[in-house]
């Protein structure tokens, strides 16, 4: 929330005195430059206001939380921004159609390299902030920070060209900043909308959380992990355990719930963990798993199983398992199957495959 208000506060000043160096010196790449930071300024309103009702607390009509609107509310900003782009560029071109005279001064000058410095202070600060707090948004609000120091930089060129060469390429520098601000809002754009439609977890975050399961010494392994996204703090996560079949089933009831438990207050989520038993002193079954592992990697080394187990029977013996296939794979799921239970079948004529198909979540 301060780093908003200061946001809001420094972008108006920028956009004031840039503004009125444009106005007098005719430039229309400082124009430019000064609504960039105008946008960046309703930028930070908007997130302001994002960030204030996203922390509102869940509801019966929200059981989730308002997380989410962290992520509208960027979007909304992105939309602005890309209409501010489009604006700049048509004046732009205008410019560079039909170029005017432009007036710089020392006063232009100077407040470029002032804005320079006020943005690489508002870099350094949201950075720093966004580590702090595990933010992407202020993150990503650092980034934009640092990037606008680039496109005013490209306007005090312009402006040192006109000053002391004579050279007019104020149009050009005007259209440079106009697509700069334009990618800015795609990309913002696209990182807003990602998290709506449902996005992986990040590789980190995938990491952190099974290393925290995996430091327990009754889960041998993990797998069907999914994580769903409800807004900044507010995430579901869901996995299955996969513990010894020999084990007591009260102590492994209770160090389920016991990692559970650690991954919500860790990760401020709440966690669900199916226990998956394993049997590792059969070894018929410990030779079937890994032989139709095996045959699953000569189809596509990508292709894992899991939740293997063998039912006998009096005219053939069923093999249920798991097998995870990628998204956008070469075959159908169909296809993966019939593969998978052709192979095996040839191996062992009285073999049934009973497979489910699962996708890989993170």
């Not at 949201?126 to 595990?134: A, D, E, F, L, W």
């Not at 860790?266 to 890994?290: A, G, Q, W």
């Not at 159908?332 to 019939?338: G, I, L, P, R």
Request: hydrophobic share 45%; charged share 20%; glycine share 8%.
């Amino acid at each position: 929330m301060l780093c908003g208000i200061i946001g809001i506060f420094l972008n108006a000043v920028l956009f004031a005195f840039k503004m009125v160096a444009g106005t007098i010196s005719g430039s229309i790449a400082i124009s430019a430059d000064a609504f960039n930071n105008l946008s960046d300024a309703g930028s930070s309103l908007i997130t302001l206001i994002g960030f204030k009702a996203a922390g509102a607390a869940p509801d019966t009509e929200h059981p989730f939380g308002h997380g989410r609107i962290e992520y509208i509310s960027g979007f909304c900003v992105s939309l602005l921004i890309i209409v501010m782009g489009v604006e700049l560029a048509k004046t732009s071109i205008e410019k560079i159609i039909s170029p005017e005279e432009i007036q710089a001064s020392v006063l232009s000058i100077s407040v470029l390299i002032g804005s320079i410095l006020v943005k690489l202070y508002m870099f350094f600060y949201n950075k720093s902030i966004g580590k702090k707090i595990g933010s992407p948004t202020m993150e990503a609000t650092a980034a934009d920070s640092l990037s606008d120091c680039i496109s005013t930089f490209v306007v005090l060129l312009s402006t040192i060209c006109t000053m002391a060469l004579g050279i007019n390429i104020d149009g050009w520098c005007g259209a440079a900043v106009a697509v700069f601000i334009l990618y800015t809002g795609l990309k913002a754009a696209k990182d807003t909308i990602s998290p709506l439609l449902g996005q992986p977890p990040s590789p980190e975050l995938v990491k952190e959380i099974e290393k925290t399961v995996m430091a327990h010494d009754e889960i041998i392994g993990i797998h069907d992990l999914v994580v769903h996204d409800y807004g900044p703090g507010r995430m579901m996560i869901s996995l299955h355990g996969e513990v010894s079949g020999d084990g007591n089933i009260n102590v492994l009831h209770d160090a389920i719930d016991r990692i559970e438990n650690e991954l919500n207050q860790k990760f401020h989520c709440v966690s669900v963990i199916h226990m998956d038993p394993l049997t590792f002193d059969d070894s018929k079954c410990s030779e079937i798993r890994n032989e139709i592992s095996g045959l699953a990697q000569a189809i596509d080394p990508r292709i894992t199983i899991h939740d293997l187990r063998i039912v006998d029977g009096p005219t053939h013996t069923n093999i249920i398992f798991d097998a995870v296939v990628p998204f956008e794979f070469n075959l159908s799921d169909e296809q993966v199957k019939n593969q998978l239970s052709d192979a095996v079948t040839k191996r062992h004529p009285n073999y049934a495959c009973v497979i489910n198909i699962d996708k890989p979540y993170i």
